[in-house]
């Protein structure tokens, strides 16, 4: 939908005039915004999009378990994960998933992350780390976690008549939830640079 475009750019802009770049999460954010933004200029220059989706894939994914690396308190498990993710990806691009855009890598990179997710927020509640839980750190690591739930359920299952299954009018079932996963996912985003911006100020 060309609504997410201008959204992503939004988020992009606001990003980079009000967070502090010093910060190596918001570096991290502002590259996944970019290369969300790019990837969806691209596709309107490309008729093959299975390569470029594949190696965006990548980037996106690797970029959040790069955040968790930063964020975990024993960040080693993260790190092993980041790399298993890496090379899977790239086993996966040339020799295993035969069709493009790579959907294993989609899916895999999501749980991964998901995984580590639960992990840390098991972690924290445990060493009843509240102020961590409601900080906006946890926020951040908290926004893509739907994202990649709904996007990995929807690959995995594009294929099936309840995916073509209209909502209203002409919007399926499979345009109505990545709409929905691409307006929490945003939001989320937003909400995070607004308090970013708001806690620089206070």
Request: glycine share 2%; hydrophobic share 55%.
């Amino acid at each position: 939908m060309i609504v997410f475009k201008y959204i992503i750019a939004c988020c992009l802009l606001f990003g980079w005039f009000v967070l502090n770049k010093k910060n190596r999460n918001n570096k991290l954010l502002l590259f996944i915004l970019l290369n969300l933004l790019l990837t969806e200029i691209i596709t309107n220059f490309l008729s093959n999009l299975g390569l470029l989706y594949s190696i965006s894939f990548i980037i996106h994914h690797s970029l959040w378990l790069w955040i968790m690396v930063f964020v975990m308190l024993h960040n080693s498990l993260a790190k092993l994960f980041l790399i298993i993710f890496y090379i899977f990806s790239i086993l996966n691009l040339l020799f295993i998933e035969k069709e493009l855009p790579n959907f294993y890598t989609y899916v895999v990179g999501s749980l991964v992350y998901i995984i580590l997710f639960i992990i840390e927020s098991y972690r924290r509640l445990q060493q009843e780390d509240f102020d961590f839980i409601q900080s906006n750190t946890y926020l951040l690591i908290f926004a893509p976690v739907f994202f990649f739930l709904i996007f990995s359920f929807m690959f995995g299952y594009g294929s099936s008549e309840l995916m073509n299954i209209y909502v209203y009018n002409k919007i399926d079932f499979y345009d109505f939830i990545a709409a929905t996963a691409n307006t929490i996912y945003y939001f989320l985003i937003l909400v995070y640079i607004y308090k970013e911006f708001k806690n620089k100020n206070v």
